[in-house]
């Protein structure tokens, strides 16, 4: 089958929104779950809770390091506790919180950020989260989430409900693409292999999943096959799945919405080092903050599209040789 | 630029900020309009009366600095310095698009007569005072003022710089909070009561003024009163409308962060023009 008959790539909800919709189901399922915002809520969605359960929602104003810690001593209390806001702000303003009082503490705090990457558009890089990957991978203990989708959304915030230990997770402001079918199963720590490739394979996260499959469609039509990972878990990375491509492709393009120099890439790298060495190329945003605009034209300046994937790929295709 | 203390001058330069503001968020089709309207008379009596600054000469190492804490407001400060001389009136309407020197949040890069970029709330007054420190320490007349949101001090290293600004007598700092009672997501009351605000700030060490932030006269007279008072900063609480000079922006928390349409901005226009 051809990646366009395989994918149809319709327009789906944000991935903050199916963040909202989740808490409200996981609400109504278990009223051990409890929500803290800091201003934010219609942005991030928590406002879809906070009407549903006002007594098991926390308003803590402006002041995310509070939240971060008032959450932590939920989450330590037993409750299943949500903290959102922009991941800027969230990770940002919240770092030491979220080192001492969560990842150092062990305690199961599920901190939620949205708004991640340059795809924000106008509010510009003041709210711009391109940093985010990194700093939540380096706390010790951290489970780290990325979903792609509407469908993946759902069903990892549903599961990280239930995960031992801190977990982050990384939604974006646009709305974007489906590429699950409902009802798809996701396994924590466990990439979605969506495309096998013969020449090159695409590892890739969050809004730059879809952007890949078009990749590798317009590859197709040039009669090159190009593979697509789904890492919505960035850490623990499956290094197994990672390694496979790496042996039965021999080049990588990791392609992600975030500092090129310190995201997913860097951890890729590090994977295939470790079990098998091959040509790779990491395509991202450089370490510079962007600007105001419109989501397209930013994506399109900063070579955010599947035209710009395709590109990426022939230089490592090129490199193979 | 012609600096004024007549209160007829200065409110004509208001209204024309509220028309740039009003304009450049609807062609933008985005953008904070409420806590722009409502710091109007705090920007217009600082730039055009109070502030020693020259749009000739923004590097000038005496000058007064201005910082927009709560960056989201950034359309009334670049209309304030389109209207000043510092950046052209014809662009505002590019506001928030790609290579616009009008950024989403005022940005230093694209401006560099701003003092500093801000759009992450709850770090603007500590950057006055070190500022303010640095003044000192080179015996520099220069003065500082902080425009703060209500909201954004709800911020905790809000009070972190004001206990420092008192223990430091740091006098040439003077922060004005746009108290205009509505933030993000709704009223202040109902996400973060800040009452007694005036008696925290006093707590707190700080010379503490209330003003009716839309009253020309009564900012006057209040920054003059800051500029006077030796040994301790000032804070100006401006009691201010959100959305002030547009019926059904004001004390609406819709228009925190909502453009108007083009049929709201002729509305908008009139009612301004009136
Ligand atoms: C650190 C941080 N957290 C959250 C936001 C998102 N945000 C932008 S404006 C705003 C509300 C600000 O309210 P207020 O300070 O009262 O401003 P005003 O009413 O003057 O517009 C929020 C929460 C931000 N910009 N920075
Ligand atoms: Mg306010």
């Not at chain 1, 380096?138 to 792609?148: E, K, Q």
């Not at chain 2, 012609?2 to 933008?28: F, N, P, W, Y």
Request: proline share 4%; charged share 20%.
């Amino acid at each position: 089958m051809s990646v366009k008959e395989k994918f149809e790539l319709k327009m789906g909800a944000a991935t903050r929104e199916a963040f909202g919709k989740a808490l409200v189901e996981l609400g109504r399922e278990d009223s051990n779950v409890v929500v803290c915002d800091a201003d934010l809520s219609k942005s991030t969605f928590t406002h879809l809770f906070g009407k549903e359960f006002p007594k098991r929602f926390f308003s803590c104003g402006i002041a995310e390091a509070d939240m971060i810690s008032i959450g932590a001593g939920l989450a330590s209390s037993g409750k299943i506790a949500f903290v959102a806001s922009f991941s800027a702000f969230v990770l940002n303003k919240g770092f030491e919180q979220l080192r001492v009082n969560v990842a150092y503490a062990q305690v199961p705090l599920r901190v939620v950020g949205t708004h991640s990457g340059i795809s924000i558009g106008e509010d510009g890089p003041s709210q711009m989260s391109v940093e985010d990957i990194s700093l939540a991978c380096s706390l010790a203990g951290f489970t780290v989430l990325s979903p792609a989708d509407e469908v993946a959304t759902f069903a990892l915030v549903k599961a990280a409900a239930y995960h031992p230990g801190p977990v982050f997770i990384r939604a974006g402001r646009l709305k974007v693409p489906v590429i699950y079918t409902a009802g798809q199963k996701f396994e924590i720590g466990k990439a979605n292999t969506l495309i096998e490739g013969k020449d090159l394979t695409f590892i890739t996260t969050g809004l730059l999943v879809a952007e890949s499959i078009r990749a590798a469609e317009i590859l197709e039509a040039e009669g090159i096959s190009a593979g697509v990972i789904d890492i919505h878990t960035i850490k623990p990375l499956d290094k197994a799945a990672i390694a496979a491509a790496a042996r039965s492709t021999g080049c990588l393009v990791v392609a992600e919405e975030h500092f090129t120099d310190s995201g997913l890439g860097v951890k890729v790298a590090q994977a295939v080092c470790e079990t098998h060495p091959c040509i790779m190329e990491f395509h991202g945003i450089g370490n510079y903050y962007a600007e105001s605009g419109t989501p397209e034209d930013l994506l399109t300046k900063y070579k955010m599209t599947a035209k710009d994937l395709a590109v990426t790929a022939r230089k490592a295709l090129a490199r193979k040789k | 630029m012609q600096k004024t203390s007549d209160i007829g001058e200065l409110q004509a330069i208001a209204k024309r900020v509220r028309q740039h503001i009003v304009t450049m968020i609807c062609a933008a089709k985005s953008g904070h309009p409420g806590g722009s309207l409502s710091a109007v008379e705090t920007l217009v009596t600082l730039y055009f009366d109070v502030m020693r600054h020259d749009p000739a000469n923004p590097t000038w190492p005496e000058r007064d600095r201005f910082i927009l804490s709560k960056g989201h407001a950034a359309p009334v400060l670049y209309s304030v310095f389109a209207e000043a001389g510092y950046t052209p009136i014809d662009s505002l309407n590019t506001l928030r698009s790609l290579g616009s020197i009008y950024q989403g949040h005022p940005d230093r890069r694209y401006i560099p007569a701003l003092e500093a970029s801000t759009g992450s709330l709850g770090v603007g007054l500590s950057l006055g005072l070190g500022m303010a420190e640095a003044a000192r320490l080179d015996n520099s007349p220069t003065r500082v003022y902080v425009v703060l949101g209500d909201g954004e001090i709800q911020e905790g290293q809000i009070w972190e710089a004001a206990m420092y600004g008192a223990f430091h007598k740091v006098d040439n700092i003077c922060a004005i909070v746009d108290y205009n009672r509505i933030q993000l997501d709704g009223f202040v009351k109902d996400i973060m009561e800040l009452e007694p605000l005036a008696d925290k700030w006093r707590a707190f060490g700080w010379n503490t003024l209330e003003v009716d932030g839309h009253d020309f006269a009564a900012l006057q007279k209040a920054f003059a009163e800051a500029a006077a008072t030796k040994g301790k900063p000032t804070v100006l609480i401006a009691h201010t409308i959100k959305g002030k000079g547009v019926s059904f922006m004001e004390n609406n928390p819709k228009f925190h962060g909502v453009a108007p349409t083009k049929e709201e901005l002729e509305k908008a226009l009139q009612e301004i023009g009136a």
